[in-house]
């Protein structure tokens, strides 16, 4: 049986997991500064972004989103291992980005695989990997 505090924490970390997808679907860079650590480490390689720090990761947004017209990070299935004021996990997200033309779509399946700690601001990202799934890219004339 989940303790409360378990509970509460699973709860906590799904709300901050929420936020970074609506901070990445709205543009709103400056959100992810308080859901990542100051010294987090992202790494986007494996669906062909970057490795680096949030200050570089953000600029790396900034340039290459407005490439696309529209996008979804749709996430679920997150497995938690929480213990005690840190936490691994790992959550599958299905990630549809629509090309400036609209005539491009590039479907993406990822997980992200994470390692959280409690801070005293609440439960921060310290580490985000993306672990490639599949993509299908959809083009019609």
Known sequence: ??????????????????????????????????????????????????????SEQKAFLAQVMPGFAG?????????????????RVRTICFNPMVVTDEKQVLFCGLWYRDVLVRTTDGWRIQERHEDRGWSLDVRRS
């Open 1 to 54: 049986m989940l303790s409360l505090q378990e509970i509460s924490d699973r709860m906590e970390i799904a709300d901050l997991l929420a936020r970074y997808s609506a901070a990445i679907d709205g543009r709103d860079w400056d959100a992810l500064d308080q859901l990542f650590t100051d010294d987090a480490v992202i790494d986007y390689t494996e669906m062909g972004g970057i490795r680096g720090s949030l």
């Open 71 to 87: 996008f979804q990070h749709l996430t679920a299935t997150s497995t938690f291992d929480i213990d005690g004021d840190s936490a």
